[in-house]
């Protein structure tokens, strides 16, 4: 830590339960190497979690995976989770997700269902078409909402569906969704090695800017959209997970915990597992996330920007991913002296029908182990 | 849904809010989807009591005794309007 203050209590709990899951999506931000991550936390390990980090002034419960549905103790964690006081959420596709289980779910407490849109086939040009995954979600869609639940749906926006955006929304529409996360995707994990099929050119996202919002007047307040902009299109970077170690706190399916989804990829970092090292000394003690909390650990341009505290250097996976640094400036930054490498990538998508160098790459394990091969040989 | 709040009407907490003590925090919190508001003192005692039962006059009233204070029943009004506005509270 950099100022010697102590850091706030990690008020976020993330708990992906499993990176089982029954689709394939090409922008999964799950490790492109979980394949190897197998052996997941039993009941009683994810019930002393909950605990341990409750104590520790944890008030947002987020249940996510893979797909979570997958895990048949999910009611046991939900309703523990809310006897002890968190606001719990699931973050669900829907596969799985029964009359029985959802009843029983709402039975446990459960607060809050987001219902994420994927393009769960690999036809991904036609998932919008896809009458399947359409029945899925409307069936899905009417029972969030006759538990009494807000309808709150989430659709990662890429290039391959960002021009369908005038239909997503009809869509959402339809479904009766009161709030709809737009969210372009984010570089990470298979993102990052899809993406150059999957970054959007800026005239795409301003005609979907457009489109998103004719669809707010339409609407009056019936439904709320958010849109979620790239950081590739943008000169400053985000301020990633509101700060590292600040409020966050993931714990993956084995075990590890994490200051954010992805910090797994980081090198030289010993993060500590919930099996071995209780979420107090976790959360205050380790060097996995005392690391890059604060500002203390920057370099330049970000140890003399005098906006390093409002964006605390951006994401120190991206600065890595693009860079091979993790203590680099965000190369979203226009400050950065790697920026050219977001150029160089949105340049690319600026150009259309050029060569990629490999087809899509759809998650799963088999994937995932062939990718985990080709990196460790 | 846009009605003002007046001396009777009865505040309960909006639908999809949580409200509760956090130690960690010395506060008062509402909790909601993926988002939590730290309330200041005088919040929390406001959202406290409204339970859909007692109406504004009785909250009010609650309130005065409760600090030895008087005349708050435009500051409650105030905050509710704004609490309202949020859906932090519905009647």
Known sequence: MSQGSRPGPPLWLLAELTYRCPLHCVFCYNPVDFAKHEGELSTDDWLRVLREAREQGSVQCGFSGGEPML???????????????????????????????????????????????????????????????????????AMIKAHGYPMVMNIVIHRLNIDHM????????????????????????WAQLNRDHLLPTREQIERAEAV????????????????????????????????????????????????????????????PNVRNMNVHDIWY???????????????????????????????????????????????????????????????????CGEQREHPLVFRGPAESRRLTRETTD | MNTAAANDTRPMIGRGFRLQWEAAQDCHVLLYPEGMVRLNQSAGEILKRCDGERDVAAIVADLEASFGASGLEKDVLAFLDMAHQQKWVQW
């Not at chain 1, 048949?72 to 009359?99: F, I, K």
């Not at chain 1, 479904?175 to 737009?182: P, R, S």
């Not at chain 1, 000169?235 to 170690?245: A, E, L, Q, V």
Request: aromatic share 8%.
């Open chain 1, 71 to 141: 895990r048949d103790d999910l009611e046991v964690l939900v309703a523990e989770a809310h006897r002890l006081g968190y606001y719990t959420n699931l973050l669900t596709s829907g596969v799985g997700l029964t009359e029985a289980r959802i009843a029983a779910l709402k039975q446990a407490g459960l607060d809050h269902i987001q219902l994420s849109f994927q393009d769960s086939t690999r036809e991904v040009n036609d998932f919008l078409s896809h009458t399947r995954t359409f029945e899925l979600k409307e069936k899905v869609a």
């Open chain 1, 166 to 189: 005038d239909r997503i929304i009809g869509m959402a529409d339809e479904l009766g969704a009161e709030y709809l996360e737009l969210a372009n995707s984010q570089y990470y994990s």
């Open chain 1, 212 to 271: 998103t919002a004719t669809w707010r007047e339409k609407l009056d307040g019936r439904m709320r959209i958010f849109f979620v902009v790239p950081d590739y299109h943008e000169s400053r970077p985000k301020r990633c997970m509101n700060g590292w170690g600040n409020v966050f706190l993931t714990v993956t399916p084995d075990g590890t915990a994490l200051p954010c989804h992805t910090a797994r990829m980081l090198p030289g970092l010993d993060f």
């Open chain 1, 285 to 351: 003690e380790s060097e996995g996330f005392n690391r890059y909390r604060g500002t203390g650990w920057m370099k330049e341009p970000c140890a003399s920007c005098d906006e390093k505290e409002k964006d605390l250097g951006g994401c120190r996976c991206q600065a890595y991913m693009l860079t091979q640094d993790p203590a680099a400036a965000d190369p979203v930054c226009a400050k950065s002296p790697h920026h050219h490498v977001i150029a160089d990538a949105v340049a690319r998508a600026e150009q």
